[in-house]
């Protein structure tokens, strides 16, 4: 059993930056996809950032691209989301989330083990 716990997220001002961070205990993280998932208050969860098993694929809602990336560091067995232009509307719990090979990286069905969840909040 994968345990993720998510850190980093605080309230920061419109168009400024945050690094939040994922560390996985309980298994290797690298055999998974791993994705960002964001919730905000009374909407539904939705698709943030996603990075394939190997390392090699990214994808992003279309709107984060080029303000978002996905990484991971194998050796700390921690995912990273480098937030970076944030908006008011970014405002939103955030959730780090690993997954096996098959399914869509875009849908949260796909996702095996989640986290708990890290408050960004984005004041204009």
């Known amino acids: 059993q994968v345990q993720l716990l998510e850190s980093g997220g605080r309230l920061v001002q419109a168009g400024g930056s945050l690094r939040l961070s994922c560390a996985a205990s309980?298994?290797?993280?690298?055999?998974?996809?791993v994705g960002w998932f964001r919730q905000a208050p009374g909407k539904e969860r939705e698709f943030v950032a996603a990075?394939?098993?190997?390392?090699?694929?990214?994808y992003y809602a279309d709107s984060v691209k080029g303000r978002l990336s996905i990484s991971r560091d194998n050796a700390k067995n921690t995912v990273y989301l480098q937030m970076n232009s944030l908006k008011p509307e970014d405002t939103a719990v955030y959730s780090c989330?690993?997954?096996?090979?098959?399914?869509?990286?875009?849908?949260?069905?796909?996702?095996?083990?989640w986290g708990q969840g890290t408050q960004v909040t984005v004041s204009s």
């Open positions: 309980g298994g290797t993280l690298s055999i998974y996809k």
């Open positions: 990075l394939s098993r190997i390392g090699s694929s990214t």
């Open positions: 989330a690993a997954g096996g090979v098959s399914g869509s990286a875009y849908d949260t069905g796909s996702y095996l083990f």
